[in-house]
């Protein structure tokens, strides 16, 4: 059984960083594709970033040069590293091990299809 856990959500000001991190267990880490989904208005789904078991990265628009996915392989361990943070990017972070189908809901009802999700991790950006 897939488990997710994520870590380092907090409180910053404006501007300020933050480091998420993520580890789990039943699964093949470097033959998995990693991501962070956050919430949306009208419960739904984002994804923030994610990163391929082959390494290649992706960001969304609105994260893209502020934001830096990365994974240790050795450590089983995946990072997101948040700088510039903006008061629009407070929200529930969750750590997933990527599926073929799209969340629609955040957190989804059950895993499956839509990979396998974590408990989430809060992150709060004040003015």
């Known amino acids: 059984e897939v488990q997710l856990v994520e870590s380092g959500g907090g409180s910053v000001q404006a501007g300020g960083s933050l480091r998420l991190s993520c580890t789990g267990s039943g699964f093949t880490f470097d033959d998995s594709d990693k991501g962070w989904y956050r919430r949306a208005p009208g419960n739904e789904c984002e994804l923030v970033s994610s990163?391929?078991?082959?390494?290649?990265?992706y960001y969304s628009n609105s994260v893209k040069g502020r934001f830096t996915i990365s994974q240790d392989n050795a450590k089983k361990m995946v990072y997101l590293q948040m700088n510039s943070l903006k008061p629009e990017d407070t929200d529930l972070y969750y750590c997933?091990?990527?599926?073929?189908?799209?969340?629609?809901?955040?957190?989804?009802?059950?895993?499956?299809?839509?990979?396998?999700w974590g408990q989430g991790t809060q992150v709060t950006v004040s003015s």
């Open positions: 997933v091990v990527l599926g073929w189908g799209k969340p629609d809901s955040c957190p989804p009802s059950s895993n499956g299809a839509v990979g396998y």
């Open positions: 990163i391929s078991r082959h390494g290649t990265p």
